[in-house]
Structures are given as C-alpha cells and as structure tokens.
C-alpha cells in the first residue's frame, strides 16, 4: 500500500516536532535570545518611556527576526549531514512535500513559539494591550513568511563551510519589507490607527511564500545534493 | 569521473560493484539511485528513464548509503517508522521483526545515538528490509559488522534475490552467495 502526499506530509511534520522536542537546548534558544535581547531595551531606557514605546514595534521585529533566524540553519543541515536527507529525497513522496512538512513544523516551534512569548515583551516594551492583536496577527503572517523565505536560503547553503552567515546574508535583504511592514502595523495600533493595509501586505507575502517557496527550496536541496 | 560504464540487472539477480578506492563506486550507486544525474548516458527502470517517473522508481528503491542516516534522537523502531512510513504503511509488529531479523530487536526503543556503529548498520539493514522494494541498493554493507552480522547481511542479500529482487551492492569483499551475482570491476 503506497503512502499519499497528505499521509507523508503528517509524517514528516510529526518526525520533526518529535525530534524538536527531543532537543530542548535548540527548542528554547531562540526564545530565550528573543526574550533577552527585547527585555535588554527597557532595562536600558527605563527613564524614557515614550521613547521606549516609539521604538517597540522595530525592537520587537528586528528581535523576532534574528532570533527566528538562529534556528533556521539546522532546518535541512542536520538531516544532510547525518545521511537522512537523502533517504528523505528517495522516500517516493517528492522533496517538496517534505520542505512543506519540515517548514510548517519549524515555524510551529520557533515562530509561533515567539509569537505566544509576544504579548509579555510587548507590555515590558509599553505597547498598549489594545494593540496585541495587530501584533500577534503581524507577526504570526512575518514569521511564518520568515520560514518560507528560511527554506529557500536554508536549501541553497546546506553545503557551505559556515552557511549560517551566508545564510543571513540571503535571507535579512529578503525580509526588509517584513520589517517595514510588520513594524509599520504594529506602530499603527499603538497610534490607535488602522494597520489593515500593512497587515494585508504581509498576509499577500505570505501567500506568495507559502506558494512559491516549497518548490524554489525542493530545487535547492535537489541541487546541494548532486 | 565515471566513463564507460554499462550494467543491467534483471530479476534474481545481484551485480557486485567493486575497485579500488576513488574509482566512483559510491558514485555510481548515487547515480543509479538517481541523486546524481549522469552528464552522458540515462538509467532506465522497465524500460523508461528513472527521470520520468522518479517517484514510482523511488517507491521500488530501498538505499542504503555508507552512513546509517539515523536520527540520534529517535529510537530504532521510530526511525523506521519515519522512513519507512514514508514509502508504505508498514504495522509496528512488521518493523520491530525487521529488527529482529536483523538482531537488534532489543534495541528497538534505544535511541540512535547509543547504539555502536554495528547496530547502527543493522538498524539501516532492517530499514531496508521493511521497505519490501524490489532494488536494492548498498554501498558498503557489510561495513562495522562482526562475523555473524556479515553472514547475515550475505543470508539477507541472498534470499532478497532468491525471491525474485534485484540488488546492486558495493563491497570490499568478495562475495560468496547461492544466488547469481555478476562483478562489476571499476578501473581507475
């Protein structure tokens, strides 16, 4: 009895978050990182707090992004350099159903994860409660996008001595309008305005991620293993 | 790297690919599987490029490379599940016997990690096995295995293409079985 594409993509999904859980040290060291460095800029602007709140939404960003980015070089390394990666590639179920599975689940432990983590950074950086769900929403489409656009970099630099920096260098150009736009709703909700432009500009980026990106990080992976 | 080189396989059949180092053994085994693409030349599986109908070809393929490829951080019987569950649905009875088969039934819910290299090449074995598909391909396998694991990897070679398999092994040693096996001999 063959396996479908929908039966794979659980099996997969279900490895992964095992193997996740399995590794709390890499589990929680993004977050931590993410919780670390945003708590740093209320400890070191307690005296200003307007200015603090002026510059929430871009630390919250530009933290969620680094930190998202720290867990995004094992995405496909580990399983190319323990010999699982290939085996993958010959289970019968194309790479891109296993890209699709294997993202979905580092966003699920990773990006999600910071996302939850959210709304107590959002109040030690002064963001008004009134403005979570813009943020949570923003930021659940940015990170999610982040890991699309993750894949593709991810696939492109397994075979590279020290791809984690070149990793980082695809991928941070690539998530500038996250940054503007994500940044730019949250801003808009602390305002008290409305984000539903910037929101909807990133929904469209992720749409445009989620379809197009399995199958440029398939390609990729199919290329760095030759 | 590799010029020359034609081999077909029929059913019960086993062709023993050997040579000296760097000769492209592995690389040949890679190509066959289709994880290289040959820059001259094609591999067919019944007559139509693997190119063609890559998924169904994978599906007939159980590969076993140099390394074990096994997660340290799943245990035996959940590393089969993951791979082999991605080729057919296979019960967990029917994987735990493939480690039975293969010796290391006791290790089943052990992690990967703590296994020696010798289980862990039994561990890629019963992976093999559980995946009942018709080609065999294996680089090395007889590697890190003690006396009794080597004659168990020739019993287990044997009865795959006794049973009508195909099998495509890169080895060392030579290779003494009751079966027909064709040598392949790679020249550098």
């Keep these: ?226 | 790297m590799l010029q020359g080189v034609s081999v077909s396989l029929g059913p019960n059949e086993l062709v023993h690919i050997s040579g000296p180092n760097g000769t492209g053994k592995t690389t040949l085994l890679r190509v066959v599987t289709g994880l290289l693409r040959p820059e001259q030349g094609s591999v067919t599986w019944h007559g139509q490029s693997i190119v063609r109908d890559r998924l169904e070809y994978q599906r007939a393929m159980a590969y076993a490379a140099h390394e074990p490829a096994l997660k340290g951080d799943l245990t035996a019987v959940e590393n089969l599940r993951f791979s082999v569950g991605l080729k057919r649905r296979a019960p967990l009875k029917e994987l735990q016997s493939a480690l039975e088969v293969t010796g290391v039934g006791a290790c089943a819910d052990l992690p990967a990690r703590v296994l020696s290299a010798g289980q862990r090449r039994r561990v890629s074995l019963a992976r093999v096995l559980a995946m009942r598909a018709t080609l065999w391909l294996l680089d090395e396998p007889y590697a890190n295995l003690d006396a009794a694991g080597s004659d168990l990897v020739s019993r287990l070679l044997q009865s795959h293409v006794l049973a009508g398999g195909l099998a495509l092994v890169v080895a060392h040693r030579d290779l003494t079985l009751d079966c027909a096996v064709r040598r392949l001999e790679l020249q550098s």
Excluded at chain 1, 63 to 74: C, M, N, V
Excluded at chain 1, 107 to 120: C, F, N, Q
Excluded at chain 1, 126 to 136: C, K, N, Q, V, Y
Aim: proline residues 4%; charged residues 10%; glycine residues 8%.
């Design chain 1, 1 to 226: 009895m063959s396996v479908g594409a929908w039966e794979a993509f659980l099996l997969v999904l279900q490895r992964e978050l095992r193997l996740s859980f399995r590794r709390p040290d890499q589990l929680l060291q993004p977050l931590v990182f993410f919780l670390i460095v945003t708590t740093l800029f209320p400890l070191g602007l307690s005296v200003q707090l307007s200015l603090l709140r002026d510059m929430a939404p871009a630390v919250l960003w530009v933290a969620a992004l680094l930190s998202s980015l720290l867990s995004l070089d094992s995405l496909f390394k580990n399983d190319a350099d323990d010999g699982t990666l290939e085996q993958l590639a010959l289970s019968g179920q194309g790479l891109t159903v296993v890209v699709v599975a294997k993202t979905l689940a580092h966003w699920l432990v990773s990006g999600l994860a910071l996302v939850l983590v959210s709304p107590i950074v959002g109040t030690a950086l002064g963001i008004p409660t009134a403005a979570f769900a813009t943020m949570l929403l923003s930021l659940g489409l940015g990170t999610l996008t982040l890991s699309w656009l993750g894949a593709i970099g991810a696939g492109l630099t397994i075979g590279v001595r020290r791809g984690n920096v070149l990793l980082s260098l695809i991928v941070l150009p690539l998530a500038m309008p996250l940054l503007i736009f994500g940044a730019g709703a949250t801003d808009r909700a602390i305002a008290g305005s409305s984000a539903a432009g910037a929101v909807y500009f990133l929904a469209a980026l992720c749409v445009l991620t989620c379809t197009l990106a399995p199958f440029a990080a398939a390609a990729a992976l199919r290329i760095t293993l030759e």
